[in-house]
């Protein structure tokens, strides 16, 4: 099923932090780097929020969104939330290519970001290797997988093997089941995946090699992950490495990062707690009236700044 | 009339050559390797320097050697005995050996040349520092070396500065590099890069991390390869043992060869990841370093007169061939380490016995395809066994398995998208069943149905 058939994804909270946290990097990044003339390369769906945030926040006008479901690009076509929003309707890997050929799109920088709902496969393997390789100097590059573990073999001793079959030599011969498992698999798989991307880029001896930036394992009812890097020009490469070594770069996430669906009154609530030096503990929110996890509690102080508030409004 | 002054012909070598060209010929990985060999040679002399066959259980746990790599910098340091002031003043930095250089009792390296060409690949800003024990307790020196000053000095003066230094730890040798080069730099940010040198280090140094030599890749350990081939029920390895003698030198030769794995149910060719297939061929090894692994092609015979080329069909096969001699120059080593020397005299001498060998895993695998079965059971009576315990035999023991008359069959070959595949491999409950499994499972399951019993 296609994700726009399930659920309207800008409305999972771990998401949105995840989102928040991908936009605040890449406003960083273009602070420290030349991104003025960027491409925002993405897969909009019928939502378009991560390209809403794109123009707003990045002041980025030309953006393309592919759509390989049929009435995914209809839709998309009718939903799209700016005039200069192409849609291209194929898989990814046969659209790249077209995006690369419109005019001037390979002397500028992109940010491309495939948020794919699927788990890693060999399509996605393609996708990442093409961007890492075609992908003009200067460019972010960002991708999203499932890290749902069944998608990687049913029973978890069929995981390394699967994960090695896609990923390769980067994945360690020691990889045991015990790294594929629901709660350590989004972690394993987020850095395997920038293992990867990090030997493409140096094999293929790109000039600015590749900074790691973002690598974020969340949670909302399925786990996903998201990593990603730049592709500097080679003079840029040392001001982009110095800014993702700041202690302030929040791109790279080593727990997974679970937010609550929270109604707006425990928002409202806890919100008023904060910011607070202490951590938030589940007695306190119990004093306050209701309940979270130990690990919600944490993520909610963490990432209270990127979450959503949701109502529903009744047309 | 020749004037004098062009009476000779200027043959002497530039720097440059040795910089920028010799490098050329050698990988990042070899290069390292090089540097490895050196640590070792030292380790091994101190260890009593002797023959390294595989019954030979010489201790190497005392000894270390660690590397450090990071996108800046690379760092090899080991515990193995150090270089002397005087063999570092008259031999550890002439490029080429010297004809009155001592021989180094069973030594890797033997050419001269493989520490300077490593260093020179790396970076160009170098630190050598050697901790060694004299009869007045220890003595340290450090020959630094800027690549760029010493290629602007002229090629006149070739000599590097040997200086003062503070002891390291330990007795031993350490050798910094910064100001990567390029290739370097790129290789070292690579994580796959990292992953495939622990692999080849537990490959080709499989014999003496056998000896608990220990090799450390960014603080940690590298576990050896344990070369295993299957002894039991009818089959049982080769391994013959030969003492041959060329220039009034004894060369020590160990052969053994057998089914490591079993073969392939599948001969064709697969595009996936195939382990079986990645460890089979012919291991040449000198000194105890492996110089040439799994290998199919011309170079062990492959191809050769009277000698098929390599085939999957011919996965599960695994031959060693063990040279060893107190003068490495007379091994079938090349200066890089990652090949043979075909000339060699050594090598060709005991070439026709790696082709009879092999020839009888090539038949029995040709006679196997007509008596699946019944090979498949014997094969699961043979046991894998470290080369090490191997029983000395002078040939390799194969099942004789009469072909039976056979059911013609029919080749089944059709072509479905990858994901569909997936999809279905899956609900047979292994996503990463081989695609022919898939398809046989796939007739049984739609013959079951549609035909029921035969």
């Known amino acids: ?315 | 009339m020749i004037p004098a002054d062009k009476s000779k012909a200027d043959a002497n070598p530039t720097k440059a050559f040795f910089v920028r060209m010799i490098t050329r010929d050698i990988t990042l990985e070899d290069c390292i390797f090089d540097l490895i060999d050196n640590s070792i040679d030292g380790a091994w002399e101190l260890a009593g320097g002797h023959p390294l066959s595989l019954d030979d259980d010489t201790d190497l746990s005392p000894y270390k050697i660690s590397i450090k790599i990071d996108g800046n910098s690379f760092e090899i340091s080991d515990n193995c005995g150090g270089i002397t002031l005087d063999d570092a003043a008259d031999y550890a930095f002439t490029f080429g050996r010297k004809e009155d250089a001592a021989t180094e009792n069973f030594s890797i390296g033997v050419y001269g040349i493989g520490m300077k060409r490593a260093v020179f690949k790396i970076g160009s800003e170098i630190e050598i520092r050697s901790t060694y024990k004299t009869e007045d307790g220890l003595a340290s020196f450090r020959v630094p070396i800027n690549v760029e000053q010493w290629l602007a000095s002229g090629d006149e003066n070739w000599d590097f500065d040997i200086e003062e230094a503070e002891d390291l730890e330990q007795t031993g040798v350490s050798i910094s590099i910064v100001q990567l080069t390029e290739a370097s730099n790129r290789s070292f940010e690579s994580p796959r890069f990292l992953r495939n040198l622990r692999r080849a280090i537990a490959r080709d140094y499989a014999l003496h991390l056998h000896r608990g030599l220990v090799i450390e890749v960014q603080g940690k350990p590298v576990s050896g390869w344990k070369i295993e081939l299957r002894q039991g029920g009818e089959f049982n390895p080769m391994r013959a043992q030969f003492e041959e003698e060329l220039d009034g030198e004894k060369v020590f030769v160990e052969v053994l060869a057998g089914m490591s794995a079993p073969p392939p149910d599948d001969s064709e060719p697969s595009e996936d990841f195939d382990e079986g297939q990645n460890i089979s061929g012919w291991y040449v090894v000198c000194n105890g370093r492996i110089v040439l692994a799994a290998d199919k092609s011309i170079l062990t015979g492959w191809g050769t007169e009277g000698w098929p080329q390599w085939h999957p069909q011919y996965t599960g096969f695994m031959g060693i061939i063990i040279f060893s001699s107190r003068r490495a120059d007379l091994l079938p080593l090349t200066t890089t380490k990652r090949s043979v020397d075909e000339t060699s005299v050594i090598y060709r001498q005991f070439r026709p016995k790696m082709r009879e060998t092999t020839k009888e895993w090539i038949s029995y695998t040709n006679t196997r395809k007509q008596i699946r079965d019944e090979a498949v059971k014997k094969e699961e009576v043979a046991k894998a066994v470290p080369i090490f315990k191997v029983s000395v035999r002078q040939e390799v023991e194969l099942p004789k398995i009469m072909p039976k008359p056979k059911v013609p069959e029919a080749n089944v070959l059709y072509t479905v998208p990858k994901p569909r595949l997936r999809s279905l491999a899956s609900a047979f409950g292994n996503i990463n069943m081989a695609y022919k499994d898939v398809g046989l499972r796939s007739f049984e399951y739609a013959f079951e149905d549609l035909v029921g019993d035969e």
């Not at chain 1, 940010?111 to 290797?129: F, K, N």
């Not at chain 1, 990062?257 to 202490?278: D, G, H, K, N, V």
């Open chain 1, 1 to 315: 099923m296609a994700s726009f058939d399930s659920i309207n994804y800008s409305i999972r909270p771990s998401k949105s932090v995840q989102r928040g946290l991908v936009f605040e990097g890449l406003r960083r990044i273009s602070d420290v780097m030349d991104v003025g003339d960027a491409v925002y390369v993405g897969l909009g769906s019928i939502w378009f929020t991560d390209f809403v945030q794109a123009h707003k926040v990045l002041g980025i006008n030309d953006m393309v969104s592919i759509e390989a479901n049929e009435i995914g690009f209809r839709r998309a076509i009718f939903n799209k939330v700016y005039r200069t929003i192409t849609v291209m309707e194929g898989r990814t890997r046969a659209r790249l290519p077209d995006v690369l050929g419109i005019d001037g799109y390979n002397a500028r920088p992109w940010i491309i970001w495939l948020d794919y709902d699927s788990a890693l496969d060999e399509e996605v393997v393609e996708d990442m290797q093409w961007v890492v390789s075609n992908a003009p100097p200067n460019s972010v590059v960002l991708f999203t997988l499932s890290a749902t573990q069944n998608a990687y073999g049913s029973k978890p001793i069929q995981r390394p093997e699967r994960i090695r079959t896609l990923l390769g030599d980067v994945v360690p011969d020691d990889l045991a089941k015990e790294d594929c498992m629901k709660e350590t698999l989004p972690v394993t798989l987020a850095s395997l995946t920038m293992d990867f991307l990090k030997s493409e880029v140096a094999d293929s001896a790109r000039p600015g090699g590749f900074i790691e930036a973002f690598k974020i394992p969340y949670l909302d009812s399925v786990a996903m992950v998201t990593v990603g890097g730049i592709l500097p020009a080679k003079g840029a490469a040392a001001a982009a490495r110095a800014l993702v070594a700041e202690a302030s770069w929040k791109g790279v996430v080593e727990e997974v990062i679970e937010a609550p669906p929270m109604t707006l009154r425990e928002i409202a609530t806890l919100q008023a707690e904060l910011p607070a030096s202490a951590a938030l503990t589940r007695a306190r929110i119990q004093e306050l009236g209701f309940d979270l996890h130990e690990r919600q509690v944490k993520s909610f102080q963490q990432y209270y700044k990127y979450l959503p508030s949701f109502a529903e409004i009744i047309a």
